[in-house]
T-cell receptor
């Protein structure tokens, strides 16, 4: 079946603009994760969803970041008033459930804020 | 320092040699996973080891876990040029939060 897809694959935006990143998880996967990876760095955990619920939002870098998931499927990560330090690859992953399940990653969205 | 720190940060070996990467963490975990990343994009899951397991094998991969030392190692035997990638460990702790390390960049020279 289809894997995790993300759109857009690349996004260039001007500082101060809002951007919306989309993640389509694997059908049937109840858990969904968002990560950020800066150039040459490890993954920074942002937020996870179990169904439509996000129990822990403490990983979001600032209040400019928000995420939602509807219908237990598609998720969007929104960054308001983008800053240059927001430039990174944003990765989404899904898994059958939380805990001891492998995560399947999408190809990521490369965000560049100019 | 952060949870899930890998060492070395970079490793260069000849094809056919074995590659060993280590991961250390600080808090208690439910499981530890290893992932591979090519070309800075999506990660691919390699292997998961639960906190009550000590060793697992998958093909040319061997993972060990020592919860008393809060460390894990990933051994790739008989390396191939196609194994060139970044390797990350990821720990799952309380509240299902998954923490990735900064990774080890492995280069296998043909």
């Amino acid at each position: 079946g289809a894997g995790v897809s993300q759109s857009p694959s690349n996004k260039v935006t001007e500082k101060g603009k809002d951007v919306e990143l989309r993640c389509d998880p694997i059908s049937g996967h109840t858990a969904l994760y968002w990560y950020r990876q800066s150039l040459g760095q490890g993954l920074e955990f942002l937020i996870y969803f179990q169904g439509n619920s996000a129990p822990d939002k403490s990983g979001l870098p600032s209040d400019r970041f928000s995420a939602e998931r509807t219908g237990g499927s598609v998720s969007t990560l929104t960054i308001q008033r983008t800053q240059q330090e927001d430039s990174a690859v944003y990765l989404c992953a899904s898994s059958l459930g939380l805990g001891s399940y492998e995560q399947y990653f999408g190809p990521g969205t490369r965000l560049t804020v100019t | 320092s952060q949870q899930g720190e890998e060492d070395p940060q970079a490793l260069s070996i000849q094809e056919g040699e074995n590659a060993t990467m280590n991961c250390s963490y600080k808090t208690s975990i439910n499981n530890l996973q290893w992932y591979r990343q090519n070309s800075g994009r999506g990660l691919v899951h390699l292997i998961l080891i639960r906190s009550n397991e000590r060793e697992k094998h998958s093909g040319r991969l061997r993972v060990t876990l020592d919860t008393s030392k809060k460390s894990s190692s990933l051994l790739i035997t008989a390396s191939r040029a196609a194994d060139t990638a970044s390797y990350f460990c990821a720990t799952t702790g309380s509240y299902q939060k998954v923490t990735f390390g900064i990774g080890t960049k492995l280069q296998v020279i043909p």
